[in-house]
């Protein structure tokens, strides 16, 4: 195992022409059940890259390899179980040094687990919401601490970093849940007496600059809270046959990603909603005009999702369907916006500003210039394709290892961009309103839209008499 070669960091490992199906055809260079090619390791059995995973006294794997192992075993076993292999393989290793209690062996040999453990709590969190993680990951740093006084200060400290990150994400979660309600108690009101509670986004704050680094606040902090493993989670599917494998459907498994695709879906409504509420026309047009403002503003910061929200919104069909009002807006700004959003050759223009932006951050001196927010559904639909379209087993019964790596460079990319704190400072009374309140349901914004513009033909008509009479009922 010691002369394994090590696998490449990241940016080395991409920059090739990508996938590269030859490789295959490259004679088995079969070094403990692994397989590399030009020292990229390609493939290998599920008990040989776990073996690769776990240290020994002259060997320490790859930051990169244990990234994308870690993020991606979970397609195979439950990160509970990777963990009982792993502290059993550990120990192992610590049991060889026995016989002749060679103190400088457990020396060499406990900092290198401590630090794999200190990588695996660090980047997946979340994998030690469950219990039977946590009771492994506490038995087998009392086994290091147990050995020496040095290393006992190190485990506490991990154990405390750790308990603090699962605290934070409970506390998060909380407060999602409130704001959940606090939006649903005010609509009920608005219901009741609309026009004495609803004000408008421009009386709460004319600025568009303003309001796009408000919602960039929102943002970075909801995706601050996603773990990487999110992305891998939402393709497990359960096992039918297995009772006990029904917890990967677990909505915890992947609560802050949904969490987040969820507020996307808000925001959009939220737009619709305050360009369909004021009764008179040439309101309309300048709250159409407005987000097209806050949309550019995004755009600059390189807050490409909520850029995304707001033009969805917009073309709602109860928005796009007001011409009236359409026909008093300066429509210059919103096309120019619509075409960089544009779905055609698979979001093309979208991509190449995503680089931008990326490109920027790489080099940038202040969080400002490194703030990159990607179009969310986007990203998770790549990840996706990527899954679906490369197998996770070779013929040979192998894992397909080229695969993972492809996988973690995207989510590692997304790391990066998560971490950024955001530069600008917060104004609690906008976020109050953007998170709370309430915005219409489909239904709501097409009655809205027909009473401000009416209906234009007999399928219109029809709906419209359908929501006036449930409205009542």
Request: proline letters at 4%.
């Amino acid at each position: 195992q010691e002369s394994m070669p090590q696998t490449p960091p990241f940016a080395a490992m991409f920059d090739g022409s990508g996938y590269n199906r030859n490789v295959y055809q490259s004679k088995e260079d079969n070094c403990g059940g692994l397989n590399y090619h030009d020292n990229n390791l390609l493939s290998g059995s599920l008990e040989a890259l776990i073996q690769h995973l776990v240290p020994n006294v002259d060997y320490y794997p790859d930051r990169t390899y244990i990234f994308t192992f870690l993020l991606s075993s979970r397609l195979f076993m439950h990160p509970y179980e990777l963990m009982a292999k792993v502290c059993h393989l550990c120990t192992e290793q610590q049991r060889q040094s026995e016989p002749g209690l060679d103190k400088n062996r457990i020396r060499k040999i406990a900092p290198k687990i401590l630090q794999l453990l200190t990588e695996w709590t660090e980047t997946f969190p979340y994998d030690f919401r469950d219990e039977r993680m946590m009771r492994n990951l506490k038995e087998l740093a009392q086994r290091i601490a147990s050995g020496d006084e040095m290393y006992r200060k190190n485990v506490q400290q991990l154990l405390q970093n750790l308990i603090r990150k699962l605290a934070t994400v409970s506390q998060y979660e909380e407060v999602l849940a409130k704001i959940s309600v606090a939006s649903t108690d005010r609509l009920t009101v608005l219901k009741t007496k609309p026009q004495s509670i609803q004000r408008d986004i421009i009386t709460v704050c004319n600025d568009p600059y303003t309001l796009a680094q408000q919602l960039t606040h929102i943002e970075l902090e909801r995706l601050n809270y996603i773990g990487p493993e999110e992305f891998v989670q939402a393709f497990v599917q359960k096992d039918p046959l297995d009772n006990d494998k029904s917890c990967y459907g677990d909505r915890k498994k992947t609560r802050n990603l949904e969490a987040y695709v969820e507020w996307f879906n808000r925001l959009s409504y939220l737009v619709a909603t305050e360009i369909c509420m004021p009764v008179k026309k040439k309101h309309r047009a300048r709250v159409i005009e407005y987000f097209t403002d806050v949309a550019r503003e995004c755009f600059n910061i390189g807050n490409f999702n909520s850029l995304m929200a707001i033009i969805s919104g917009m073309n709602m069909s109860p928005v796009s369907r007001l011409k009236k009002t359409w026909a008093k807006v300066k429509t210059a700004k919103f096309d120019i916006l619509e075409h960089q959003m544009d779905p055609s050759s698979n979001f093309y223009n979208y991509r190449t500003a995503l680089r931008g932006a990326a490109q920027r951050s790489l080099t940038a001196h202040s969080n400002r210039e490194k703030i990159v927010i990607p179009f969310f559904s986007l990203l998770i639909k790549d990840i996706y394709f990527l899954n679906e379209g490369c197998a996770n087993h070779l013929p040979n019964g192998h894992i397909n290892f080229e695969k993972f790596w492809e996988l973690a460079k995207q989510v590692s990319e997304f790391m990066t961009w998560k971490q950024v704190e955001c530069p600008f400072e917060r104004d609690r009374k906008i976020l109050q309103y953007l998170l709370t309140v309430p915005v219409f349901s489909d239904d709501a914004l097409y009655l809205a839209s027909y009473e401000s513009e009416s209906p234009e033909n007999h399928i219109e008509k029809d709906r419209w008499k359908t929501l006036r009479f449930v409205s009542k009922v």
